[in-house]
C-alpha cells in the first residue's frame, strides 16, 4: 500500500490507497433532503449550518478542551480498528476541523464511513459506489479518482452535510441519510459511539467525550439554561417535543400533564430551582420519578428516570443532580417528563412551560 500525505486548505490529512478486504456495504447515492425529521435538541442560538469563521477550533495536539457530543441511539457496536482504519478516520476528523466545523460533523462523517465502508477505500461497491463512503460518480459524487480519494470524498460529504437543515441537532442517522440516501438509513446510528472515540482521539489531547442530546455541549450558563435567580431547565441541550394539554389516548387523564425533553438514556438531570424533595421512588406510570417542593411554593416533577440520586427530605440547589433520565414507567422511548403542580400530588399541574417562563427561562 502506498501512503501520500498532503495539505487540505487549513487541516493536514492522508490518503491511503491500496486493495482492501470485503467490507458491509449498504450504497451510497447523491444528497437528498429527505422527509422532515423532529429535531432532537435546541442549539444555542440560531442552528447554524458551519462554524463561524469566529468560532475557535482548537488545535490538534494542544489548546482548550472541546466536547464531541454523542446521542447513542439503540444498541453500539464496536470493532477493534486497525491502523489503516484510525488513518482513514483521522483523514475525515482534519477535514472537518479544516472546513471550520465543529466534532459532530465528524462524528457523523466518521460514522458514515463506518457503515459504508468500515473506514476502508475500497475500489468497489453496489453498482458503481466506491470509496470510504461508497458514493456514486453516476450521482455526481465526481469522478472514480475523486470519490476513492479520502480527502475529496470527505470535503464532498461535509460540503453536503453543511446544507442538511439543523444538521447539528438530528439523530446521526437522520443527518447521515439526509446526505448518503442509504438503503438502511438506521444503520448508521449503531457507530455513533466508537466513531466518537475515533474523533476524539484525533481532534486533540483536550477532546472528550459527552453523551448528550446530540447536539454541541451548551455552556453552563447559557441564556437558555439558566434563568433569574440562579433558577435553569431541568435538562441541557434539548427542547420541548410533546407539550403541556397535548391530547391523546397515552394519558390516563386524557391529555398530558406536564412536557417532555427528548434525551438519551444517561442524560444529567437537575433540579430547576431551590427546594426539598418530597417523594423519590417509582411513581407508577411516571416509572422512577422525583418531586420537589420549590422554594416559591409550587412543585415540580421530574418522572422515567433510570436512575434517582436524591432521596426524600432532602434539601437541594438549582442546577443540582437528582437523577439520570431513562425509560422507566410508560414511556414509548427515553426522555424526560417535566411537571410543575401547585401540591405534590398527580391532578394539581399547571402549565410547566409558563412556570419555567415566569422564573426566567426560555424553551
Known sequence: MSTAI?????????????????????????????????????????????????????????????????????KQQSVNWTAEQQRNASVITNVARSRGLPPRA??????????????????????????????????????????????????SFFERLAKVDKWQVKPLSQAAQNVQRSGFPDAYAKWEKTAGELVAKSWGKKAVL????????????????????????????????????????????????????PVATGTRI?????????????????????????SDGKYTQYGHLSKITVSKGQAVKARQQ??????????SGPHLHFEARTGPAYGSDINPSAYLRSHGLSL
Open 210 to 261: 459527552s453523551t448528550t442530546s446530540g447536539c454541541d455541549a451548551v455552556a453552563a450558563d447559557s441564556t437558555n439554561a439558566k434563568g433569574k435567580g440562579g433558577w435553569s431547565l431541568p435538562v441541557e441541550n434539548s427542547r420541548v417535543t410533546t407539550p403541556y394539554k397535548a391530547g391523546g389516548g397515552m394519558w390516563s387523564s386524557g391529555s398530558h400533564t406536564g412536557i417532555d425533553f
Open 6 to 74: 498532503r495539505v487540505a486548505g487549513a487541516g493536514i490529512a492522508a490518503m491511503f490507497v491500496g486493495t482492501l478486504c470485503l467490507p458491509l456495504m449498504l450504497g451510497a447515492g447523491g444528497s437528498d433532503d429527505g422527509p422532515s425529521w423532529e429535531d432532537s435538541c435546541t442549539p444555542s442560538g440560531s442552528a447554524m449550518q458551519v462554524a463561524s469563521k469566529e468560532q475557535e477550533i482548537p488545535a490538534a495536539t494542544a489548546g482548550g478542551q472541546v466536547t464531541v457530543p454523542l446521542n447513542p441511539q439503540g
Open 270 to 294: 437537575q433540579a430547576v430551582g431551590t427546594g426539598t424533595v418530597v417523594e423519590a421512588g417509582w411513581g407508577g406510570a411516571y416509572g422512577n420519578n422525583v418531586v420537589i417542593k420549590m
Open 106 to 155: 465528524a462524528v457523523i462523517g466518521v460514522a458514515t464511513a463506518i457503515q459504508e465502508s468500515t473506514l476502508k477505500n475500497i475500489r468497489y461497491g453496489d453498482r458503481d459506489s466506491q470509496g470510504l463512503f461508497q458514493q456514486r460518480p453516476s450521482q455526481g459524487w465526481g469522478t472514480v479518482a475523486q470519490v476513492t480519494d479520502p480527502i475529496h470524498a470527505s470535503n
Open 322 to 331: 437528582i437523577g439520570i433520565s431513562g425509560a422507566t414507567g410508560n414511556v
